[in-house]
């Protein structure tokens, strides 16, 4: 190969697109390399939501079932209650989005090294120990209701696709009312257009004092999509806000809005976007 040729690739790999996917190759050859077993946790403390990695597990529930899974959970959290705590059960933190043929309930358990996974597998397996069979068997009642898929994910923090309005550095899933959740597909071969566009998108809002944060994750395994959890603080900046495309509109013209979002759905389309919420009731994060 020559090095016209060598030098057009080591920039195209400098995109922070290309950064994701090529990314996937080196975790995967590694994780067993990261995946040093650390001391079980029992405290919730540890818990880390600055950090670059999510365990993220999908439960799926037709939206008539919805009340059963919820009354599993709640009883489940009345039943790790120890004083003024709870102790560990591995599901930290739930997000909920609700469309019209099913809801869709996303955990999140944050960490820094994949041996923290052992650590998280330890905890929930001491838990369970303690409760009892019992009180296990009545909270697995509601795995009745679950619909197809199910399964658990691994996503990485992609900062480089973040959007923070001034003030909002600490506004993270764990502190967000709620939202939005985009699932979006690379192309590998055009990320730096993708990148490109999204910077003007950045730019045209960070202009325009856009008030809600964008947080970004990789979705590691798999379908390698980009998430974006579009994030208010409350409800009324939720329900104030405007669409992305109407503030790039403002910014830019309606003719250039959509020249942009034409082309980033040709190289990163969205494939899911749903209003989230934050669901405080059904998370575990140790008072």
């Known amino acids: 190969m020559d090095s016209k040729t060598d030098g057009m690739i080591a920039r195209r790999h400098e995109t922070p697109i290309r950064r994701l996917l090529l990314g996937n190759l080196i975790v995967s050859a590694t994780v067993l390399i990261l995946a040093q077993p650390v ?6 403390a540890v818990l880390d939501w600055a950090a670059p ?13 919805t009340a059963v899974f919820e009354s599993a959970r709640h009883g489940w959290l009345a039943a790790l209650k120890q004083g003024d705590s709870l102790l560990a059960d591995g599901r ?9 043929d099913h809801s869709t309930f996303y955990t999140f358990f944050p960490f820094a090294r994949f041996g923290e996974l052992d650590a998280r597998r330890e905890a929930v397996l001491s838990t369970q120990r303690i409760v009892g069979k019992e009180s ?25 696709f973040d959007y923070v309005p001034a003030g909002r550095d600490s506004l993270t899933e764990k502190t967000a009312f709620g939202g939005w959740i985009e699932f979006q597909t690379p192309d590998f071969y055009h990320g730096d257009e993708s990148d490109s566009l999204w910077k003007e998108i950045a730019g045209a809002l960070a202009a325009e004092h856009y008030p809600l944060t964008c947080r970004s994750f990789w ?3 798999g379908s390698g999509e980009v998430i974006r959890m579009w994030l208010a603080p409350d409800s009324a900046t939720l329900a104030s806000a405007p669409s992305v495309k109407d503030v790039v509109a403002h910014h830019f013209g309606a003719d250039r809005m959509r020249n942009i979002f034409d082309r980033l759905d040709k190289v990163l389309p969205t494939t899911v976007s749903q209003v989230s919420r934050r669901r405080l009731d059904m998370s575990n994060l140790g008072r």
């Open 39 to 44: 001391a079980a946790q029992s405290s919730h």
């Open 53 to 65: 990695y999510r365990w993220v597990h999908v439960d799926h529930i037709a939206p008539e079932r």
């Open 92 to 100: 930290p933190l739930f997000w909920e989005l609700r469309g019209t």
């Open 136 to 160: 296990l068997d009545r909270y697995d009642t509601a795995d009745s209701v679950l619909i197809p898929p199910h399964y658990s994910q691994i996503w990485r923090r992609s900062p480089d």
């Open 219 to 221: 979705n590691m395994y």
